[in-house]
Every structure is written in C-alpha cells, then in structure tokens.
C-alpha cells in the first residue's frame, strides 16, 4: 500500500486506562470507597493523534503494544477516527495498562504505570516514509531511540518536530537537538536546565539545543513559551474540573493543530489551554476533547485562572534572558 501524505504523525505511547475514582485520596495505610470503575484509552501520544484526528487533521499514529485484547482496544479506536495507525504487536507481551486515581471532589489524580519492558518501538520496524510524508512529527520520551531516529528522518525532509517530555532521561538530551518546538513539563526543566523557574530555564533549553521556540506547560498556571526574543503567557482557563487526566495530552494535540495553521503563539497557547481545560471537564484522557467551535468558545470568553505573571515582568525576564546570552 502507498504511504500517503497526512498533516501530524505521532510516535510514542499509548496505555488502557483503569480509572479509579476515589471519594478522596486515603492517608498512607488508610482506606477509601470508590465511587465509580472505568475502562478507558490513553496514553499521551495516542491520545494527541486521536485528538488531531478529530478536529479533521490527517493523521499517523506509530506505537507499540502486546498481542491482548487492550491492543485490539486501541486498534479499533484508531480505525474508528480515520487514524492511519502502525501498531507494533509484541507477541506474548502485555499492553502498557495505567491505574489512574482520581479523586471525585477536586479532579486530582495520581497515576500508576505498569509496562512490560518488552513492549518497545524498535528501530528496525520504522519506516523512513512514515516521518517524511508528514507535516509534523511528535515524539515523545517513551522510546528514546525510536523517537530520536524518527525525528532525524523528518529533519532530513524539513519536516517540523515537536515532543512531549515529562521525565528526565539521558538520551533526551541527545533528542532535544532535533526538535523544532519542545514541549515540556515543568518537571523536566531543572534536570534540563538548571533551574525550576521557567523565566530561566527555557532560554537555556533553547539556546542549548537550536529550538525554533521552547514552551512549558504549568497546570493550573497555564502556559509560558519562549521564542527567543520574548515571552509568551497563557493563563489556564477557568472551568468545573471533574479529571485532570489527559489535559497535558490535548494542549500538545492543539499546540500542533495550531502549527499546523500558521497561527501566532499566542493564540497557539490559548487554543491549547482552552483544549485542555475542556478535556478537565470530563472523565478519562480522551473524554472531554471537545469540537473546534467548543475550544473557540472557551478561548474567547476570557474567564481565566490566576495569572502567573504580568506583562512588566515578562518584558523584565526577556531583558535578563538576553544578557545572559550575550555573557
């Protein structure tokens, strides 16, 4: 079969989510009631391609799994929303399986991982097409050699990247020079730069590693992106959250859908936040991505959470970022 052109192509994870929903988050060797069981599709790169998919982007999804009724799960869901999907099967290997706990009052969660070491993306199942015939490429931290080969590959078609990183490892700083438009957790940012204040660090990770622009995301203080030259700001919007699960997933789906538009970074980061609070407004990774007009709707009504910072000390921290690239 033709390997056709689509506009974002994802390399990385996916994971079957058990969603426990606590009545509240017990003390250490206490107890809980759970107030509802869910089976339910993620994991960040997965989710991010079947947002994109959603929203009518033409999209590749490239990820691995076991040979488990959970693949089977994913691979319907990806033939469901048009997703042109490369799932690598393992044989008798388990699917990445997360235990989310949520609890019911505040949206709050804590997530717990089980991966089967032998469920990885190998090199020699990648085919160079894949990355090239693309728009965007996004990688993630999952798969360090996987993600690193396909983004070399989109490099050489001149083919954007862009990555989702929330936990330090050595190879992403072998990585981080390949990327175009990082996309990181504030986390990461200390290991990567030496600081955990974002003013500071994300001049660092951009002069480092050549990056176009380098953005954070904050949670509940939103996002901050640097180009450079200045600081951008998007406060998080204000909304009932009922499941924070996922909202980091679907503001890297809209920072891509907004590349993917030629749109201006702030209304990159504002579409993406708005993504986001939307999907904290349902249940599970995916439940909440909502339609084009409902992300524009939240965008413009402008009822926002606290701001970080304000535009003088934005302005302050882009003087002080550039003497320290001059020194």
């Known amino acids: 079969m033709p390997i056709r052109m689509v506009d974002f192509t994802g390399i990385g994870e996916n994971a079957t989510d058990i969603v426990l929903r606590l009545k509240q988050f017990p003390d250490r060797d206490g107890k809980t009631d759970t107030v509802s069981r869910e089976l339910q599709l993620g994991g960040q790169v997965a989710t991010a391609v079947i947002a994109a998919a959603k929203w009518g982007l033409r999209t590749r999804y490239v990820g691995s799994a076991g040979t488990d009724h959970n693949a089977d799960l994913h691979q319907r869901e990806f033939r469901a929303q048009c997703v042109e999907a490369h ?34 993306i190998r090199r020699a199942a990648l085919k160079k097409e894949w990355f090239q015939w693309s728009r965007l490429v996004h990688v993630d931290g999952e798969n360090p050699e996987a993600s690193r080969m396909a983004a070399i590959w989109a490099r050489e078609s001149g083919v954007l990247t862009m990555c989702d990183l929330d936990v330090f490892r050595e190879e992403v700083c072998s990585l981080l020079p390949l990327i175009d438009f990082p996309v990181l957790s504030l986390a990461i940012l200390e290991p990567l730069g030496g600081s955990n204040d974002p003013l500071v660090t994300l001049p660092k990770i951009r002069a480092r590693n050549g990056c176009k622009l380098v953005c954070t995301t904050m949670g509940e203080q939103g996002a ?3 180009d450079g030259q200045r600081f951008w700001y998007a406060p998080a919007y204000q909304v009932p959250v009922a499941d924070t699960t996922g909202a980091g997933d679907l503001f890297h789906a809209g920072f891509a859908y907004g590349l993917l538009q030629n749109w201006e970074t702030q209304r990159i980061l504002d579409f993406s936040c708005a993504a986001a609070g939307l999907n904290c407004m349902a249940h599970g990774a995916r439940g909440g991505i909502g339609g084009l007009r409902a992300i524009e709707r939240l965008r413009k009504n402008k009822r926002r959470l606290l701001s970080r910072y304000s535009a003088m000390s934005l302005r302050q921290a882009a003087r002080d970022a550039g003497r320290r690239v001059k020194d």
Request: glycine share 2%; net charge positive.
């Open 224 to 226: 901050l992106a640097w």
């Open 87 to 120: 799932l690598i099967r393992v044989p008798r290997a388990e699917s990445r399986l997360s235990y989310i706990l949520v609890e019911d009052k505040t949206g709050r969660r804590a997530v717990l991982c089980h991966r089967d070491a032998r469920v990885r």
